[in-house]
């Protein structure tokens, strides 16, 4: 039988193999993605998924066999970066590809800037066309001179996104995590222009560690496990637990199967937090043993409250009291003095240091610990570090080996274990799981739950309410800078993901006391 014109491969993956020192991320990878398909590509961290999109895209060069493009009947390698653009090629990758520094409207138009005459930039043009995209993404409230590094990271990742659509020639788009910061209402829009992008004739290849995401908009998925090919299978054919299992070898019966623990004496109490613009009369308690979660769609301001818990940023008024005396913290070491410690929301940006060694981040906060007049007891050092290799499994083929090179889940739990070198009294989890594959969920689900055990207060913020609902004890629901609602696991008729969303959107403002 003739094979139909949509299902002719636009991507040829041939014996694909990409080394990097002490590791091999690619090993004889074979498959192909269809003209005008959704490819759903799905594994661990370290299945090599971010590795196998950048050598498409032209940034890593192979070690072994070879990728093609098919542009206009003719099979092309792409030798860089520019080659595969100019082939139709783009890719949003899992962090976001973006510069910080510049504008909206500058990040639009970065590397094609509209020139007149006399070299002069054609700025009304740029901020003309920035506003139209802006519009057609629903983000038409953000001025297309606004810098970048100004606006929160979910509203980052749907700029990049949206830069897609200023590109003519686009034969295959790449989506690597793209809803990691996204509320379930950005998700949908975001379904709706790939889905057009399909119907247009466009290939999507497809990443995300939210399998409902990919049984939900794929046409086929390939499987990844440590850099090997496992499987390519359409989506019609397998559910989410033959997924699962094929990526990890096991069944992972309940991924957010937890004891939860009776609280104890409370560790911090907020009363009337407030910050001009951003949030106002913020109260809420923990105490030891207890998982809080807090949740909140975009501009609920869920993570500006905890940044003036931790001390990174200053509250206008408002009271903090921990272990019941009032506290004034001023900085994130006043905050860690106290017991208070914070995973951040953007790991690359603020978790880690990437080009330092795994070594050297996991003692980063705490070197004072394991000091004597400025020296280090490198014993301690490395027994420290690799104490929390082998407690929370990070991989990593040495002590020595840059952050850089690891996955984003092992890179998460770097970050989780510079707090736990200080034996903390209370953890702020800030998007604990974002960029990290189901495997690695359950690992930190289950490192959350046994520091609930040993009498830790932890509070989690999180856009995925399966992951907010699964864990938590209470959860406080936020919308607009105000908090809507506080609501308990065993009030079985509010806890579900449909009540919650009705408080995060105010349709709902019933709160319930503690």
Known sequence: MQEQPQELPIV????????????????????????????????????????????????????????????????????????????????????????????????????????????????????????????????????????????????????????????????????????????????????????????????????????????????????????????????????????????????????????????????????????????????????????????GLIGSGRSDVMKAVYGAEKADSGEIFVHQKKAVINSPIESMKKGIGLIPEERGKEGVALDLSVKININLNSYDMISHFGVINVRKEKTRTNHFIDAIKIKTPSIEQKVANLSGGNQQKIVISKLLCRDLDLLIFDEPTVGVDVGAKQEIYQLIGRLAEEGKAIIVISSYLPEILGISDRVVIMAEGEKVSEINRWEKELWNEEEALKFASKQSTLVVKE
């Open 12 to 295: 040829r993956i041939e014996n694909v193999t990409k080394k990097f020192p002490g590791v091999v991320a690619l090993r004889d990878v074979s498959f192909n993605v269809r003209r005008g398909e959704i490819h759903g590509i799905v594994g661990e961290n370290g299945a090599g998924k971010s590795t196998l999109i950048k050598a498409i895209m032209g940034v890593h060069q192979l070690d072994g066999g070879a990728i093609y493009i098919n542009n206009n009947g003719d099979w092309i390698q792409p030798k860089n970066a520019l080659d595969a653009k100019r082939l139709g090629l783009y890719a949003n990758y899992q962090n976001v590809n973006i510069a910080n520094n510049l504008s909206v409207g500058e990040n639009y138009f970065l590397g094609r800037l509209p020139i007149q005459k006399f070299g002069i930039v054609n700025w009304p043009k740029i901020f003309k066309e920035s506003k139209m995209v802006l519009e057609k993404f629903h983000l038409d409230h953000i001025d297309p001179r606004t810098n970048i590094d100004s606006l929160p990271i979910s509203v980052k990742e749907m700029i990049t996104i949206s830069k897609i659509s200023m590109y003519d020639d686009l034969q295959l788009a790449i989506f690597d995590e793209p809803t990691a910061f996204f509320e379930n209402e950005r998700v949908d829009e975001l379904f709706r222009y790939i889905e057009k992008l399909k119907n247009d004739g466009i290939s999507i290849i497809y990443i995300s560690h939210r399998l409902e995401e990919i049984t939900q908009i794929c046409d086929r998925v390939t499987v990844l496990k440590d850099g090997e090919y496992v499987s390519t299978r359409d989506i019609s054919d397998i559910d989410k637990d033959a997924l699962i299992s094929m990526m990890v070898g096991r069944k992972i019966e309940d991924i957010y199967d937890i004891n939860h623990q009776k609280p104890g004496k409370e560790i911090l109490r907020v009363e009337g937090l407030t910050k001009k613009g951003k949030y106002k009369d913020i109260s809420f308690s923990i105490a030891e043993g207890e998982i809080l979660g807090f949740f």
